[in-house]
């Protein structure tokens, strides 16, 4: 009995040892190769009691390669963040340049829109100024002359007129609108830079008689005169009085009579010049033209130019300084002009 309990006290005893070396952490010791566990030298921390961050503030416990690695790790983190952030700096950088580079484009660019329809528009008005100083009113630099022909020859009538603007040119004959359209076979009218004519195919004794020529403008109106003859080669044959059509015997043209002497006026007062002429202006005569200092006048507010059967006059309504001069009336004849002068002084 006495030896059977011993044997269970012993086996209890061993039993007992065996789980106290169980429990008791034995110290190993690794090779060079090898690396410690973290549990072998630091505490097992839980992850949802502390981060990261706060581990490595811990200055207060024993550093291991790990904080190292942590440390660095965090470091490069912070820095492919600053990096991140600087390139994204950079192309927001870029974009604003060219957002101010295509601004400046653009401005410019309606900048030279805005300068080039300046200039037009200081073109366009330079152009209407131009034309306002180079406007003048019809004249005839060459008149109608008369013409005489046979019976069924051509006859072409010409004449050269020059305004600005271009004046409107009408021809009538015996004082009737000439219509081309109604004898397109017997009549031609061409007008090219100022030069008009009318070709009369195979003329006949009805196309004799007086033809006329009106230039019309806004700024006045010009016209000449020109008589066609037509001779029958019947009546000359038969030595009738009718040899030629008897609406064109030619009158006597006007020449002039009592004209204007030298005259003073004194300032601000009226002056009239006067001329007569020896019988009644002839229709082609109608036209009296009267220049100062060679240029031509016209009627204004301050300028009145009468021409009524066989006489002529100017009035200038208020005499200045800068109405001194010569005047000058001229009148048509059957061959060229004929022209009457004085001066005309400024007296105090």
């Known amino acids: 009995m006495v030896m059977r309990r011993e044997q269970e006290e012993q086996s209890s005893q061993m039993s007992h040892s065996m789980q106290l070396s169980s429990q008791i952490k034995k110290k190993t010791f690794t ?3 090898e690396e410690p566990s973290y549990s072998d030298f630091y505490p097992i921390i839980p992850a949802d009691l502390m981060s990261v961050k706060e581990i490595l503030n811990m200055y207060d416990l024993p550093r291991h390669r790990t904080w190292e690695i942590l440390k660095e790790t965090q470091a490069a ?13 950079n192309e927001v950088e870029k974009v604003e340049i060219d957002v101010i580079r295509n601004q400046r484009v653009l401005r410019t660019h309606v900048d030279r829109l805005a300068l080039r329809k300046q200039a037009k528009k200081k073109a366009s008005a330079h152009m209407k100024y131009l034309e306002l100083l180079s406007q003048k009113a019809p004249d005839f630099t060459i008149p109608l002359r008369a013409h005489m022909a046979w019976e069924g020859m051509t006859v072409k009538l010409t004449c050269t007129i020059q305004g600005c603007p271009p004046p409107k040119v009408t021809w009538y004959k015996d004082g009737q609108l000439l219509r081309m359209s109604d004898q397109p076979w017997n009549y031609s009218l061409q007008q090219k830079f100022g030069l008009n004519s009318l070709e009369i ?11 006329k020529v009106v230039a019309r403008s806004p700024l006045g109106e010009a016209m000449t005169f020109g ?17 030629q059509t008897p609406a064109l015997t030619l009158e006597p043209e006007a020449q002039f009579g009592i004209a204007f002497p ?3 006026v004194k300032e601000g007062n009226s002056l009239t010049l006067q001329c007569t002429f020896t019988s009644a202006l002839l229709p082609f005569q109608q036209d009296v033209i009267w220049f100062r200092d060679g240029i031509q006048l016209h009627q204004s507010s301050n300028v009145e130019i009468t021409t009524v059967d066989s006489k002529t006059s100017i ?8 109405h001194e001069g010569v005047y000058t009336v001229r009148l048509r004849t059957w061959d060229d002009f004929q022209e009457h002068r004085h001066f005309c002084l400024r007296s105090r």
């Open 201 to 211: 195919r195979r003329c006949s004794p009805d196309d004799a008689g007086e033809y």
């Open 77 to 89: 983190d912070e820095e492919y963040h600053r990096d991140k952030w600087t390139r994204f700096g």
């Open 31 to 33: 090779s060079s190769d």
């Open 262 to 264: 030298p005259t003073w």
């Open 315 to 322: 009035t200038l309504k208020a005499a200045h300084k800068e």
């Open 227 to 243: 008589t066609l003859v037509v001779n029958s080669y019947q009546g000359a044959v038969a030595g009738s009085e009718h040899s």
